[in-house]
């Protein structure tokens, strides 16, 4: 199994568990994600959501293997496509959503944190969207939201160098709430969750859409743009060059282009 779910005490689990692979996403996982995300939705017994990973490794993002064989983003209605329908139901997801970073969070296990209500990072987590890197552009409105967040300056480091970052940095640059010894995190995040049950639900509904509703269509219309360029990158020259580079365990080679 490599999404684990349930529902406990008011709190709808999505626990990504694929370690083997460093829990690289497959379109399966992001499938069984969406799911998830819109069972949690519509389940009156779930307060809160939490996302999370395994030990040391909260993922690795998007199955490189899978990006080279089932680009996301292709065919005549890619909006269909298991990824982007987990983008969607996490941008719409109407009830708080808690992330517990439990290690490296990679490409798209950094930018779903931004669709997230509350981040909590291990210190052993290192956080990096090396899109560029991977002669690829960004994703899940990175592009946007990156730049808002943490100014353009920072943004730049993260986004066109791919510089990897830690806990502390993400705390400090806006994109997470706060830092945990690697052992307490995911019980933070989820007492965090489980304090929703105290809370009015429609209330915090109703605020959660006031808090998301004024950016909502800009965020989906950037990730449709960021889509088409990032298909198109998929089957690009220099994304073939780091996608075997990565297999080979090799530093790629962008000399030749
Ligand atoms: N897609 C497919 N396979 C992946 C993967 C990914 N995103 N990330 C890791 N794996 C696989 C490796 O190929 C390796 O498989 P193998 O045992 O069959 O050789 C296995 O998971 C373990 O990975 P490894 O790189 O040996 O572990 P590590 O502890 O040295 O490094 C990471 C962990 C996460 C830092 C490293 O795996 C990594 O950088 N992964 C790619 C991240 C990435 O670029 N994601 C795409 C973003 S758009």
Avoid: W
Wanted: proline share 6%.
């Amino acid at each position: 199994m490599t999404i684990k779910t349930g529902v406990h005490n008011g709190v709808a689990t999505i626990e990504i568990a694929r370690p083997e692979k460093k829990n690289a996403l497959t379109v399966a996982m992001y499938q069984a994600m969406s799911d998830a995300l819109q069972a949690a939705a519509a389940d009156g017994a779930v307060r809160a959501v939490l996302i999370t990973g395994q030990p040391g490794v909260f993922t690795s993002g998007n199955d490189i293997e899978d990006f080279m064989s089932r680009p996301p983003g292709q065919g005549s209605d890619s909006s269909e496509s298991p990824v982007f329908k987990f983008m969607r139901a996490l941008i719409e997801c109407d009830k708080p959503v808690v992330a517990a970073v439990t290690g490296a969070a990679i490409g798209i296990g950094t930018t779903m944190l931004l669709h997230c209500d509350f981040v909590y990072v291990s210190d052993e987590a290192r956080l990096a969207m090396p899109f560029v890197g991977l002669g690829l552009v960004p994703e899940f409105s990175s592009s946007l939201l990156v730049p808002q967040l943490m100014g353009q300056r920072r943004a730049a480091e993260k986004l066109l160098l791919g510089d990897p970052f830690t806990g502390e940095q993400a705390v400090e640059c806006g994109l997470a709430n706060a830092v945990l010894p690697a052992g307490e995190v995911v019980n933070h995040a989820r007492r965090v969750a489980e304090r929703f049950n105290a809370l009015p639900p429609g209330a915090v509904r109703e605020s959660k859409q006031l808090m998301t509703a004024p950016q909502r269509e800009l965020i989906l219309k950037t990730i449709r743009t960021e889509g088409e360029l990032f298909a198109r990158r998929l089957r690009s020259p220099e994304a073939m060059e780091a996608f075997q580079a990565f297999f080979q365990k090799r530093k790629p080679d962008f000399s030749k282009f």
